[in-house]
């Protein structure tokens, strides 16, 4: 497949070519762990142990790449294992990252708990604001981690003006893309190094899989990463690889769905009188609204909103909401709601992190959006 191929095209045929042996149209699940060698050293393919190289996994890491626009894809046995590969290939002890004011809980608990513990520091800033990123930046900067849109306050990044910062500083710019997709974003196109990727979330599709990735631009730091993925060894099975790669074929018109179901529930509740806030990209008076629209082909399907009431009304929705599922994770075709303070987010608790007590998340899934919207206002009272 080529560049040339549009996105549908390449979510489909990328890596996914025809099993030589039968013709079958799917690439096989290649449960295996060890392959025979044509000699001392003859790799058939390439493929000599699991860890190091799995075809199923191949072909999901070339779809990756492929549709993130980069020169190598890697898939992990999780998000936080692609991000942990990523920071110990990128950073050595002494380093500095920069982080966003409003990161995932995981993400913050990685940089506070573990790397900060091999002699790594950071810093945190509000990426959405070039200054606030610069006044960050001290002279063993090497990373600049942004998740656009965030996570859970739907905050939005110039990816290009914060790549630019970057390239001044000679640090390397990665860019959290699970909430958009490379459906919706593409970070390396607009000057990003690297894009990690919870493919839990919307790759997958349907909460069924736990896994994570990176795509690099650069073929070189695509070959370090690679290095570190088999030395560290958290890889993808080759299940979930196929479980991914199947997931990534519906991907754009899943987004799609997706994008027009959450514009009708933030338009909703902007209007609800119990609701003080909605935090939603593509609602005109969000902060970021312009540069959304501007680097996102669509606004995505996630969706945070303040109750009046404080944290006690905030978790009194989520237990009244009954087709929205209460439950952590997100991205999938069913649509799930949650108390950040309280669940995804309670690691950033005390912290610079910390998100409002009367925080709502909503990920909104493909269902009938009349559904959706009556049983919001089900929960909401009214």
């Not at 965030?150 to 000679?170: F, Q, W």
């Not at 493909?366 to 909401?380: G, P």
Request: proline share 4%; glycine share 12%.
């Amino acid at each position: 497949m080529t560049d040339q191929h549009g996105f549908e095209t390449l979510a489909i045929h990328a890596g996914n070519t025809a099993d030589p042996l039968t013709g079958a149209v799917v690439p096989p699940i290649y449960q295996v762990s060890t392959y025979k060698q044509d000699g001392v050293g003859g790799l058939r393919g390439g493929y000599e142990y699991s860890r190091s190289a799995n075809p199923t996994r191949t072909a999901l890491e070339e779809n990756l790449a492929a549709l993130e626009g980069g020169r190598r894809g890697l898939a992990f046995a999780s998000g936080l294992a692609a991000e942990d590969c990523l920071l110990r290939t990128l950073l050595v002890p002494g380093d500095h990252v920069v982080i966003p004011n409003d990161a995932y809980g995981g993400t913050f608990r990685l940089f506070a708990k573990v790397v900060q513990r091999w002699g790594v520091g950071y810093s945190v800033a509000d990426t959405s604001d070039a200054a606030s990123v610069r006044a960050a930046l001290t002279d063993r900067t090497k990373v600049i981690w942004v998740e656009t849109p965030s996570n859970p306050l739907l905050g939005i990044t110039d990816i290009g003006a914060v790549a630019d910062i970057a390239r001044t500083a000679g640090a390397k710019l990665v860019v959290d893309n699970t909430f958009a997709s490379p459906y919706l974003q593409q970070p390396l196109a607009l000057g990003a190094d690297v894009v990690v990727h919870s493919l839990t979330k919307y790759m997958g599709g349907h909460s069924d899989v736990v896994g994570g990735a990176l795509v690099a631009a650069d073929a070189g730091l695509g070959e370090e990463l690679a290095y570190h993925q088999n030395a560290m060894g958290a890889v993808a099975g080759p299940f979930d690889s196929w479980i991914v790669l199947r997931g990534i074929k519906t991907l754009a018109v899943r987004m799609d769905r997706h994008c027009e179901n959450a514009a009708r529930v933030a338009e909703m509740l902007a209007g609800h009188p119990k609701v003080t806030r909605v935090l939603y990209p593509g609602l005109a008076e969000h902060p970021g609204h312009e540069i959304a629209a501007k680097q996102m082909k669509g606004f995505g399907g996630m969706i945070s909103f303040r109750v009046q009431g404080g944290e006690e009304a905030a978790v009194e929705v989520c237990n009244r909401a009954g087709l929205f599922t209460l439950g952590e994770s997100l991205g999938g075709v069913e649509s799930l709601i949650e108390h950040p303070g309280r669940m995804t987010h309670a690691s950033v608790a005390g912290s610079a992190l910390e998100v409002p007590a009367d925080l709502v998340r909503l990920s909104v899934g493909i269902e009938s959006a009349d559904d959706l919207l009556a049983d919001l206002r089900q929960a909401l009272g009214g």
